[in-house]
Protein backbone atom coordinates (compact mmCIF):
# COMPACT_ATOMS: atom_id res chain seq x y z
CA UNK A 1 0.00 0.00 0.00
CA UNK A 2 1.34 3.30 -0.75
CA UNK A 3 0.35 6.64 1.36
CA UNK A 4 0.73 9.87 0.65
CA UNK A 5 2.97 11.68 3.54
CA UNK A 6 4.15 15.25 3.90
CA UNK A 7 7.44 15.41 6.33
CA UNK A 8 8.15 18.95 7.20
CA UNK A 9 10.24 18.13 10.21
CA UNK A 10 13.69 17.38 8.04
CA UNK A 11 14.13 13.76 10.08
CA UNK A 12 13.88 10.94 8.35
CA UNK A 13 10.27 8.96 7.35
CA UNK A 14 9.13 7.10 9.56
CA UNK A 15 10.21 3.46 8.47
CA UNK A 16 9.20 -0.21 9.26
CA UNK A 17 13.28 -1.34 11.23
CA UNK A 18 12.84 -4.77 10.28
CA UNK A 19 11.41 -7.40 8.11
CA UNK A 20 8.72 -8.14 10.76
CA UNK A 21 7.74 -5.03 11.99
CA UNK A 22 4.41 -3.85 12.44
CA UNK A 23 5.05 -0.16 13.38
CA UNK A 24 6.84 2.58 12.56
CA UNK A 25 8.86 5.12 14.73
CA UNK A 26 8.16 8.77 15.00
CA UNK A 27 10.51 11.28 16.16
CA UNK A 28 9.80 14.30 17.70
CA UNK A 29 10.42 17.38 15.79
CA UNK A 30 10.84 20.23 17.95
CA UNK A 31 13.53 23.14 17.96
CA UNK A 32 15.17 22.67 21.57
CA UNK A 33 14.88 19.59 24.29
CA UNK A 34 11.42 19.60 26.35
CA UNK A 35 11.83 17.93 30.14
CA UNK A 36 9.18 16.29 31.67
CA UNK A 37 8.67 15.93 35.41
CA UNK A 38 7.00 13.10 36.87
CA UNK A 39 3.51 12.25 35.50
CA UNK A 40 3.62 15.99 33.44
CA UNK A 41 2.75 15.01 29.40
CA UNK A 42 3.32 17.20 26.58
CA UNK A 43 1.79 17.25 23.24
CA UNK A 44 5.19 16.67 20.93
CA UNK A 45 4.95 17.27 17.01
CA UNK A 46 6.40 15.03 14.41
CA UNK A 47 6.32 17.16 11.22
CA UNK A 48 4.21 14.28 9.69
CA UNK A 49 0.81 15.20 7.71
CA UNK A 50 -0.59 11.75 6.13
CA UNK A 51 -3.81 11.09 3.64
CA UNK A 52 -4.72 7.77 4.61
CA UNK A 53 -7.50 5.76 2.07
CA UNK A 54 -10.76 5.61 3.74
CA UNK A 55 -10.78 1.88 5.77
CA UNK A 56 -8.10 2.57 7.13
CA UNK A 57 -6.65 4.37 11.14
CA UNK A 58 -2.92 4.96 12.17
CA UNK A 59 -2.76 4.02 15.65
CA UNK A 60 -0.10 5.43 17.62
CA UNK A 61 1.56 3.69 20.31
CA UNK A 62 4.15 3.89 22.81
CA UNK A 63 7.60 2.23 21.91
CA UNK A 64 8.46 -0.48 24.25
CA UNK A 65 12.03 0.91 25.19
CA UNK A 66 11.18 4.62 26.15
CA UNK A 67 8.53 2.79 28.22
CA UNK A 68 10.39 0.09 30.06
CA UNK A 69 13.75 2.02 30.06
CA UNK A 70 12.37 5.41 31.03
CA UNK A 71 9.05 5.29 32.36
CA UNK A 72 7.74 7.56 28.62
CA UNK A 73 4.41 6.32 27.38
CA UNK A 74 1.36 7.53 25.05
CA UNK A 75 -1.50 8.54 26.94
CA UNK A 76 -4.99 8.19 24.87
CA UNK A 77 -2.79 4.97 23.36
CA UNK A 78 -2.94 3.41 21.05
CA UNK A 79 -4.18 6.78 19.52
CA UNK A 80 -6.20 7.11 16.29
CA UNK A 81 -5.41 9.18 13.01
CA UNK A 82 -8.51 9.06 11.25
CA UNK A 83 -8.64 8.73 7.27
CA UNK A 84 -9.82 12.35 6.82
CA UNK A 85 -7.78 14.42 9.52
CA UNK A 86 -4.93 16.00 6.97
CA UNK A 87 -3.33 18.25 10.34
CA UNK A 88 0.00 17.26 11.70
CA UNK A 89 0.18 13.91 13.41
CA UNK A 90 1.02 14.85 17.42
CA UNK A 91 2.07 12.69 20.07
CA UNK A 92 0.70 12.70 24.03
CA UNK A 93 3.58 11.50 25.58
CA UNK A 94 3.41 11.31 29.70
CA UNK A 95 6.35 11.03 32.00
CA UNK A 96 5.34 7.91 34.48
CA UNK A 97 8.77 7.93 36.19
CA UNK A 98 9.74 9.47 39.16
CA UNK A 99 12.36 11.45 37.40
CA UNK A 100 12.38 14.01 34.74
CA UNK A 101 12.95 13.11 31.43
CA UNK A 102 14.06 14.85 28.61
CA UNK A 103 13.08 14.19 25.17
CA UNK A 104 15.86 15.46 22.20
CA UNK A 105 14.71 16.98 18.95
CA UNK A 106 14.37 13.82 16.30
CA UNK A 107 14.38 11.47 19.18
CA UNK A 108 12.12 8.25 18.43
CA UNK A 109 8.87 9.13 20.40
CA UNK A 110 6.36 6.78 18.96
CA UNK A 111 5.20 4.17 16.73
CA UNK A 112 2.74 3.85 14.31
CA UNK A 113 0.70 1.32 12.61
CA UNK A 114 -1.34 1.38 9.55
CA UNK A 115 -4.55 -1.26 10.26
CA UNK A 116 -7.71 -1.69 8.80
CA UNK A 117 -11.10 -0.98 10.70
CA UNK A 118 -15.20 -1.66 9.45
CA UNK A 119 -17.37 1.09 9.89
CA UNK A 120 -20.82 -0.72 11.19
CA UNK A 121 -24.39 -0.24 11.60
CA UNK A 122 -26.43 -1.04 14.55
CA UNK A 123 -28.76 -3.79 14.83
CA UNK A 124 -31.38 -3.33 17.52
CA UNK A 125 -32.32 -6.61 19.26
CA UNK A 126 -33.90 -7.74 22.46
CA UNK A 127 -31.09 -10.72 23.06
CA UNK A 128 -27.75 -11.76 22.45
CA UNK A 129 -26.52 -14.96 22.14
CA UNK A 130 -25.09 -17.22 24.80
CA UNK A 131 -21.64 -18.60 24.71
CA UNK A 132 -19.73 -20.42 27.58
CA UNK A 133 -18.29 -17.38 28.81
CA UNK A 134 -21.32 -15.06 28.77
CA UNK A 135 -21.25 -11.89 30.67
CA UNK A 136 -18.21 -12.70 32.71
CA UNK A 137 -15.61 -9.92 32.53
CA UNK A 138 -12.66 -8.60 34.52
CA UNK A 139 -10.89 -11.65 35.26
CA UNK A 140 -13.54 -14.63 34.84
CA UNK A 141 -11.68 -16.83 32.66
CA UNK A 142 -9.23 -19.13 33.73
CA UNK A 143 -10.98 -19.69 37.28
CA UNK A 144 -12.14 -23.21 37.69
Known amino acids: ?6 NRSGNPLPR ?6 AGMDLRAFIPTPVTLGPLER ?12 HGYEA ?4 RSGLA ?21 IKCIVVNLSNES ?17 EQIIWQEVDSLEETERSSGG ?3 TGKH
Open 1 to 6: MTIKII
Open 101 to 117: QTIEPGERIAQMIIARY
Open 138 to 140: FGS
Open 59 to 62: QIRA
Open 42 to 53: ALIPTGLYIELP
Open 16 to 21: YETSGS
Open 68 to 88: AKRGLTMLNSPGTIDSDYRGE
